[in-house]
């Protein structure tokens, strides 16, 4: 018989031997790289739609010598996308440091899809070409999102996030972080504008 003292050793051995087999694993296993062509093949897909931008808006139709004169405003709806092709992503990988910095390749911005239903809405619109109406409806859309959205930063963005959130686990699991160009430029501006306050000051 062990005894109450040799018991408590025996569970106390066998306790402490699978934290002794998973360090020693931990101590020596080999250090975890990862590569660009793991990072692109784990959000490789044809083209990733970074957003999807719908519109509204009031076109007028002016085409003939009457609509010159009166012209017939028309209410559309339109979705522009922004997307991107994933194999074009650069990755710049410091092992030492565990930081990951993608690089975004230019967007894509696709031509207005206009709502095949368009509201008249004057009365007189029975003279009225639907494809010529159409067109005037997209280069309105063109002309005024260009104009008033900034459709690049909102992709930026939502582009962000989607490979943030498709990397997660592989970067999570060698230890590495995703540290974006613009992250960096703002924290290497920082020094400058405390020098810059303490100066002032």
């Excluded at 931990?26 to 044809?46: D, G, M, R």
């Excluded at 990397?167 to 974006?180: A, R």
Aim: proline residues 6%.
């Amino acid at each position: 018989m062990l005894g109450l003292k040799g018991t408590f050793i025996v569970l106390g051995i066998l306790i402490a031997v699978p934290f002794i087999i998973w360090f020693g694993r931990s101590l020596f296993q080999p250090p975890i790289f990862l590569s660009s062509s793991q990072l692109t093949k784990v959000i490789a897909v044809n083209k990733l739609s970074a957003i999807e931008y719908p519109y509204e808006g009031v076109a007028d139709y002016t085409d003939g010598f009457y609509y010159e004169r009166f012209p017939v405003h028309m209410h559309y709806k339109a979705t522009v996308t922004v997307s991107f092709n994933p194999a074009d992503v650069q990755w710049k990988i410091d092992n030492e440091k565990k930081i990951i910095t993608p690089i975004l390749p230019e967007f894509t911005h696709s031509e207005p899809v206009v709502d095949d239903h368009i509201t008249y809405l004057e009365d007189g619109s029975i003279g009225i070409d639907p494809k010529k109406a159409f067109n005037y409806c997209k280069e309105d859309a063109i002309k005024e999102i260009t104009d008033k959205v900034d459709l690049n930063n909102m992709a930026v963005e939502n582009a962000h996030a989607m490979i943030e959130g498709l990397t997660y686990n592989l970067v999570k699991s060698g230890g590495y972080k995703i540290v974006w160009p613009e992250d960096m430029k703002h924290d290497e501006q920082k020094p400058a504008e405390t020098t810059g306050d303490k100066n002032a000051a």
